[in-house]
């Protein structure tokens, strides 16, 4: 790998990737393409949805009153505000959701999980647990299941800074 790295620049302060560093981070990127093409065939079989409007779903669902302002729900999915009005329009379209006016003196809107849309998430929950299980954690020790929260969780952590001007996708 390193002489095909030569090719992509000039630049000697470069820092690449280790060797094993390159096979890490490729096995990680064919596995989490491969895991999430996976969870949206299954979802699109059981309640006609992507994965990403699932997660939509799952965050009003868990939210006070199954209800969230559009910012806030872009947080929780980790997605662009326009990203996100496209799928909530979708959703919308297909009786799962609703968009109501915040209350006088809040700006913005809100978007609102409706009973089918609850009942979507109904059908499909036990179908996901088992994809996740079967896809992810049946292929993992306790232990390195317990590993892969804790990096997850470090990565996360360094990505998703509170510090001003971060580039984060619902900011966007």
């Known amino acids: 790998m390193k002489d095909t790295r030569k090719a992509y620049s000039s ?10 560093q390159e096979r890490i981070w490729r096995s990680y990127v064919h596995a989490t393409t491969l895991l999430e ?12 949805m992507p ?14 009153h199954q209800r969230l302002q559009m910012t806030e729900l872009a947080m929780h999915a980790k997605i ?5 009005s496209h799928a909530v329009a979708r959703l919308e379209e297909n009786g799962l959701v609703r968009r109501e006016e915040a209350p006088s003196g809040k700006r913005g809107k809100f978007t ?3 009973e089918e849309g609850l009942e979507a998430l109904r059908r499909a929950a036990p179908g996901y647990a088992t994809v996740v299980q079967h896809a992810l954690f049946d292929r993992l020790t306790p232990q390195q299941q317990e590993s892969l929260g804790a990096i997850m969780q470090i990565v996360t952590d360094g990505l998703q800074t509170d510090k001003a001007g971060a580039d984060l996708p619902w900011l966007r």
């Open 80 to 84: 662009t505000r326009p990203r996100l």
């Open 37 to 48: 093409d996976h969870m949206c065939r299954q979802l699109q079989r059981i309640v006609n």
């Open 51 to 64: 994965h990403s409007y699932y997660r939509l779903l799952v965050n009003l669902a868990e939210s006070p």
């Open 11 to 20: 630049t000697a302060e470069l820092r690449w990737l280790t060797d094993e």
């Open 112 to 114: 609102v999980l409706t």
